[in-house]
């Protein structure tokens, strides 16, 4: 037995030091992320337009936030990396009046008078009465208010100091649990979302909607709802049912998300009298036993996302609501 040493126990500490810190050393959050040096953060423009309101809800699902500069700084670097990408001239920032009219915030909740702010001139000048949004041009980082219903591109960040790390799933997003039977980590969403949100939800995860494709997941399914502290969320959406990764929206039979006949996919037990929606229920979900179910799309349900980092499931542009 070897006496235990001051040096064991600093490097013990070492160890756990740089376990913890790890993925910070690496200095990688997602592959659609890049890290700038500078500002100890890391980007991505989004070229798809949306609303500010969206866009915002968008960089929360990847686990960022909607970009602002802090300083004069990072708006130079942030638009450097943007003119070396990125022809269009503005994107919305995480800078809006919405919650009283003339005063700006940030999506943090601080005022811009406190902080760094660069308005083009003669703004802001709330064009039509209809200027609660903020977004920043290209050529010279000035700031415009602008109608948060106009559909802009916009920048997720996220900072290093930030960061968190799942190492079991490697991933950020801490929610995932791995399963070590089936060797891909899991996420009950408990917020409850319709087929098509779900759907989304976890692709910004990097995820899909999971898909049960043996007896064995269809019981650890049935296991993670019931642990799942469900009881606790109100509000109006519909309870019973867990939304999954299989439809029939092309009405051609039920198949999962990667395009699997459901009969083939290893996991097809319908519950009682299901399906029995017809044109009305065409999105898939399990009841809390386990038994497959169809649901009108439209319904509000928990819902399960999966991560198998191994295969990238194609994104399906038809259910791109967010
Ligand atoms: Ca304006
Ligand atoms: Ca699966
Ligand atoms: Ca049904």
Redesign the pocket.
Same mark, same amino acid.
């Given at each position: 037995m070897f006496p235990i040493t001051i040096l064991h126990v600093l490097l013990l500490i070492e160890i756990i030091l740089h376990c913890s810190y790890g993925q910070r050393d690496k200095k990688f959050f997602r592959k659609d992320y890049k890290y700038l040096e500078d500002t100890e953060s890391f980007y991505k423009i989004h070229t798809i337009s949306k609303s500010w309101q969206d866009a915002r809800k968008t960089c929360k699902l990847e686990g960022a936030s909607l970009f602002y500069p802090v300083d004069e700084a990072e708006s130079n670097s942030v638009i450097k990396m943007w003119t070396s990408e990125q022809a269009f001239e503005q994107v919305f920032i995480g800078i809006s009046s919405l919650l009283v009219k003339g005063a700006f915030i940030t999506i943090d909740g601080v005022s811009i008078s406190d902080i760094y702010h660069k308005w083009s001139k003669g703004e802001p000048n709330n064009a039509n009465g209809n200027e609660d949004c903020v977004v920043m041009r290209r050529n010279n980082g000035a700031f415009n208010d602008y109608n948060c219903a106009a559909k802009q591109r916009f920048i997720c960040k996220k900072t290093l100091a930030s960061l968190e790390w799942n190492s079991a799933c490697n991933m950020p997003d801490t929610g995932y649990t791995y399963s070590e039977t089936f060797g891909r980590c899991y996420k009950f969403h408990l917020t409850p979302k319709n087929w098509t949100e779900a759907y989304a939800t976890c692709n910004a995860e990097q995820s899909f909607l999971a898909i049960i494709e043996s007896q064995a997941e269809a019981d650890y399914f049935v296991k993670l709802t019931q642990e799942a502290p469900k009881d606790l969320v109100r509000g109006n959406y519909l309870r019973g049912a867990v939304l999954l990764g299989f439809h029939n929206v092309d009405e051609e039979g039920w198949i999962s998300i990667k395009g699997t006949a459901l009969e083939d996919v290893g996991y097809s037990k319908w #519950?009682n009298?299901?399906? /029995? #929606?017809g044109d009305s229920?065409k999105c898939g979900?399990m009841f809390y036993n386990g038994k497959l179910? /169809?649901?009108g799309c439209h319904h509000k349900c928990f819902f399960i996302c999966e991560c198998d980092n191994l295969i990238d499931v194609t994104f399906d542009e038809r259910f791109a609501t967010l």
């Open positions: #519950g009298q299901q399906p /029995d #929606g229920e979900s179910n /169809d649901l």
